[in-house]
C-alpha cells in the first residue's frame, strides 16, 4: 500500500473473479472512495490487518459456494466491525459462512432484467429506492439462497430471488443477488452511495489524489530505470506520457512513430504540444516512406494491419536501440482493453481484428510494463488529463486507431487516395464541429471506397472516387448506433466535400450499427 493510501479511508474488494469486479472499483471511485480490488486467495489474515478496511465489498464470480474447495473470504472479515456487502456469489458466500443455506440452481438460474420491490424491512442501504415503486435491477446468478443467515432480514425481493437484497443492521452486514455495479441496474450508484455513507467515508479520493498515487507508484517501479513510450497522439498514449514525465522526468523518452497515415496536420500537432507544451522527450520517427512502401498494392485488410504492426514493431525497436535501449515501456493500456483480452468464456475469442497496438512490443523486446491507466475507464483517462492540464480539445478527440488512414481506405492504398481522403475527413470534421456535434459522436471520419463514379460538374463529366461518411455514438467502442444527422446537414456536408475535395464527386452516409458492422470499414 502506497503512503498516499494509507492516509485515506480505505474500502477493501474481495475478488472472486466477476467479469465486472472493476465496474464496482469504478463506482468506488466516482464515489471518491478508495479502494483496492485484491483476489480472495491474497486476502489472508495478516492482510486484513495491514490493510484496516473501513468496510469490505465481497464480489461476484462463477464459482459455486456448494462446491468443495469453493472460494471464500477468511472468517476474520466478518470480525472487523465493519460494513460488508456481499454481491451476487459474495451474497452467497456470506450465507454460507454465517449459517445460512446456498442451493444449486435448479431451473432457478437467472440472467438478466428484473425488478425489485420492497418489504417492511427497510434499511439505509435502499434510501432513496423504490420511489416510483419497483427498481430494476441486473441478475445473473445460477445458484440461490434459500435460507438466510440468523440475523438477517429481507428487504428486497423479486419474482424468482425472494432474498433479492437481505441486511443485518446490526453487524452492517448487507448482502444482494443482482449486481448494482451494471448499467442496467439504474439505480446501482445510490446502493453503493448509500453504502460507503453506512461505512463512514468521507469521499476523500479525487482525480488528484489518483495521480499523487499514480505518479508514487510510477517512481517505485521505475527507480533510476529508463522508459521508454510509443506516443500515438491518442488519449491514452498521451495522458501516459505526460504522468510518467511528472513522475520520473527526463528518465522517459517518447517515440512518435510516423506512418504516413495519419489525418490532415495531426503529426504536427501531436508533436508540437508535447515538445513545445510539455518540453517531453519526443523523437519523431518519420517513416512514412517505410510504411507506404510496404503497403503498395496490399488490399486485404488484414494484411494491411500485420503489416502495420509489424512495421512498427521493428520501427520502435530501433529507435529503442539507438537510445541505448530502456528496461521500461510504458504503455497507455485501459481496463476495457484488459478485459476484452480475457475471454468470457474462459476460452479463446474469436479474432475480428488484429488490432494494433503495442502489445508485441514488451515480449519481443524483453521490456517491463509500466502501465499506469491500467486501472482506468476512458472516461476517467480523460478526467486524469484535464488533472494534468492538457488541453480540453486534445483530451475530447474521437478515438483514432493505430493503423490509421490505411483501414479507412479499403482496397489498395495509394498516396493520391490518402491526400483526397485526409481534405475530405477535414471538411467533414469541420462541419462536425461547425454544427457543434463533435462532442455528442463518439467517432467519426471518412472512408475513401475503392470505386470511381460518373459525376457532373459544370458542364463536363467527372469520373471521381465516392466516400462513406461515418459518425457513431457508443460508450466504449463495443457496440454502436449511426448517428441521426438532419438530412441538411448531409446534403450540406456533401456539398461542401465535393465542391472543396478535388477527387470526390459522390458522398455516402454508412447507417450501420455495431453490430453488426464495425465502425470501422476494415
Ligand atoms: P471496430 O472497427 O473494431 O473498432 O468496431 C472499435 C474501436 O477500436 C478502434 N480500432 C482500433 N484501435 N488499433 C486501435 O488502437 C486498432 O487496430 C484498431 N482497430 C479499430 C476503432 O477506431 C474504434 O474506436
New binding site residues.
Given amino acids: 500500500m502506497t503512503d498516499i493510501a494509507q492516509s485515506h479511508d480505505r474500502l477493501l474488494i474481495v475478488d472472486f473473479g466477476s467479469q465486472v469486479t472493476q465496474l464496482i472499483a469504478r463506482r468506488l471511485r466516482e464515489l471518491n472512495v478508495y479502494c483496492e480490488i485484491h483476489p480472495f486467495q491474497n486476502v489472508t489474515p495478516d492482510f486484513l490487518s495491514e490493510f484496516a478496511p473501513k468496510a469490505v465489498i465481497l464480489s461476484g464470480g462463477p464459482a459455486s459456494v456448494i462446491d468443495e474447495g469453493a472460494p471464500l473470504p477468511p472468517p476474520e472479515v466478518f470480525e472487523l466491525g465493519v460494513p460488508v456487502l456481499g454481491i451476487c456469489y459474495g451474497q452467497q458466500a456470506m450465507m454460507h459462512m454465517l449459517g445460512g443455506q446456498v442451493l444449486r440452481g435448479d431451473g432457478t438460474a437467472e440472467f438478466g432484467r428484473a425488478y425489485v420491490t420492497p418489504t417492511d424491512h427497510a434499511t439505509d442501504l435502499l434510501t432513496g429506492w423504490f420511489l416510483e415503486g419497483r427498481e430494476q435491477v441486473w441478475m445473473s446468478h445460477g445458484d440461490h439462497v434459500a435460507r438466510i443467515a440468523p440475523g438477517f432480514e429481507v428487504s428486497g425481493t423479486s419474482p424468482n430471488a425472494p432474498f433479492a437484497v437481505i441486511a443485518d443492521v446490526n453487524r452492517r452486514f448487507y448482502a444482494v443477488q443482482f449486481h448494482p455495479e451494471v448499467h442496467h441496474t439504474p439505480n446501482g450508484k445510490t446502493l453503493y452511495e448509500n453504502f460507503v455513507k453506512i461505512a463512514g467515508f468521507t469521499g476523500d479520493w479525487t482525480m488528484e489524489a489518483y495521480r499523487e498515487q499514480a505518479v508514487q507508484k510510477i517512481r517505485e517501479q521505475v527507480g533510476k530505470g529508463r522508459v521508454i513510450c510509443a506516443l500515438?497522439g491518442?488519449v491514452d498514449s498521451s495522458v501516459a506520457a505526460v504522468l510518467i514525465h511528472e513522475a520520473i522526468g527526463d528518465q522517459l523518452t517518447c517515440v512518435y512513430v510516423d506512418h504516413g497515415l495519419m489525418r490532415q496536420g495531426e503529426s504536427e500537432q501531436v508533436v508540437g504540444m508535447f515538445r513545445e507544451h510539455y518540453n517531453l522527450p519526443l523523437i519523431h520517427a518519420d517513416e512514412s516512406e517505410l510504411f507506404l512502401g510496404r503497403l503498395e498494392g496490399v488490399s486485404d485488410p488484414e494484411t494491411k494491419?500485420k503489416i502495420i504492426?509489424g512495421l512498427f514493431i521493428d520501427v520502435f525497436q530501433k529507435h529503442a536501440d539507438e537510445l541505448g535501449g530502456a528496461e521500461f515501456l510504458a504503455q497507455g493500456t485501459l481496463y476495457p482493453d484488459v478485459i476484452e483480452s480475457v475471454s468470457f468464456s474462459g476460452g479463446p475469442s474469436v479474432t475480428?481484428?488484429?488490432?494494433?497496438?503495442v502489445g508485441g512490443l514488451p515480449e519481443k523486446m524483453g521490456m517491463k510494463l509500466v502501465e499506469p491507466l491500467r486501472e482506468l475507464f476512458k472516461d476517467e483517462v480523460r478526467a486524469l488529463g484535464r488533472e494534468l492540464g492538457l488541453p480540453d480539445s486534445f483530451i475530447g478527440r474521437?478515438?483514432?486507431?493505430?493503423?490509421g488512414l490505411a483501414?479507412r481506405c479499403p482496397g489498395e492504398i495509394t498516396r493520391e487516395k490518402l491526400e483526397i481522403l485526409r481534405k475530405a475527413d477535414a471538411v467533414y470534421i469541420d462541419q462536425i464541429r461547425k454544427h457543434g456535434l463533435y462532442d455528442e459522436i463518439?467517432?467519426a471520419f471518412v472512408a475513401i471506397l475503392p470505386v470511381r463514379t460518373v459525376g457532373v460538374m459544370g458542364d463536363g463529366r467527372t469520373y471521381d472516387f465516392a466516400c462513406a461518411l461515418r459518425a457513431v455514438t457508443?460508450v466504449d467502442?463495443?457496440t454502436?448506433d449511426y448517428y441521426p444527422f438532419t438530412h441538411e446537414f448531409l446534403g450540406e456536408t456533401a456539398t461542401r466535400i465535393i465542391n472543396e475535395v478535388k477527387g470526390i464527386n459522390r458522398v455516402t452516409y454508412d447507417i450501420t450499427s455495431?453490430p453488426p458492422?464495425?465502425?470501422?470499414w476494415e
Fill in positions: 500515438s491518442g494491419r504492426g475480428i481484428k488484429s488490432h494494433h497496438n474521437h478515438p483514432f486507431p493505430g493503423p483501414i463518439w467517432q457508443s467502442g463495443m454502436a455495431k458492422g464495425t465502425i470501422e
